[in-house]
């Protein structure tokens, strides 16, 4: 697969956009998109993946606990993804940049058709300058919010997809974690960050363990396979804090932060 040189896709997730209150986190959210529209005026294409909408509808709509009917979990999306788009909207365009939405279902990656028409909106988009931010389409697709078995995982093999798509360069995950450990650091003290994973096999996903916090979905594990699928095709994959997003730029200077899953040579 030929990747596009200076073409960055981006992942945050509910931990990062979403404070300990459930809503948003404005100061790391205004950050990131100070950030990423620095890195834009560098010559980098940009592709922000971001989750929050279910979190951000809950606060909109005053609910007091997390919806668990599908029917709640679905109106929280729908009221969620207006919410998010109008905050990134606002804060780009303080930074003269565009954004433009897209929202996607497992159906639209099956189909090689849907997926040939998605490759040449994203290709476009980013070649007019703009920023595309993506999400799965949560107020009409169930597979992400309810199945045990989700086909993104909280957006994170959702973001490797996307990479794959744009033929992007770097796929950057931003967690709740400064990346990935030899044990859990929220139950050992003295676990040690692993700076570099250049394969993933077995013992890797045993230490990625299961869950992760209690506002995102995704744990360790499906960053883990987001990873596994984008290195396959080339793509190196960087795991590390949200909370921290200006270590984008150290990260695309080439410098060490959080984990790098090392591509892998075709």
């Known amino acids: 697969m030929k990747l596009i040189k200076n073409r960055i896709v981006v992942k945050v997730g509910t931990s990062t956009v979403t404070n300990e209150q459930g809503n948003t986190n404005l100061r790391t959210l205004d950050t990131l998109v100070r950030t990423l529209s620095d890195i834009h005026n560098m010559g980098y294409e940009v592709v922000l993946v971001s989750s929050g909408a279910v979190a951000a509808g809950r606060g909109k709509l005053r ?3 997390q919806p668990e009917s599908m029917r709640l979990k679905q109106a929280a999306a729908a009221v969620g993804q207006c919410r998010m788009l109008y905050l990134y909207d606002k804060l780009f365009n303080d930074y003269d940049k565009i954004v433009a939405q897209i929202l996607l279902n497992a159906e639209d990656i099956e189909q090689e058709e849907k997926k040939e028409n998605l490759t040449n909106t994203f290709n476009a988009l980013l070649e007019m300058g703009a920023i595309p931010i993506v999400n799965e389409n949560d107020s009409v ?7 045990k078995e989700r086909l993104f995982g909280d957006n994170d093999m959702l973001s490797a997809v996307v990479s794959i ?22 139950f050992h003290p003295d676990a040690k960050l692993i700076s570099r994973i250049d394969r993933i096999d077995n013992s890797v996903y045993q230490l990625a363990g299961g869950a992760g916090s209690r506002r995102g979905t995704g744990g360790m594990r499906t960053k883990v396979q987001a990873a596994e699928l984008a290195t396959r095709q080339g793509i190196d994959t960087i795991v590390t804090n949200g909370q921290h997003p200006e270590s984008i730029y150290d990260i695309v200077a080439g410098k060490s932060v959080g984990t790098l899953f090392a591509k892998q040579s075709n």
């Open 63 to 65: 609910m007091e606990k």
């Open 141 to 147: 697709s169930y597979t992400e919010i309810e199945s």
């Open 165 to 186: 798509l744009c033929g992007a360069e770097k796929l950057i995950i931003l967690s709740d974690i400064n990346g990935f450990y030899d044990s859990d650091p929220r």
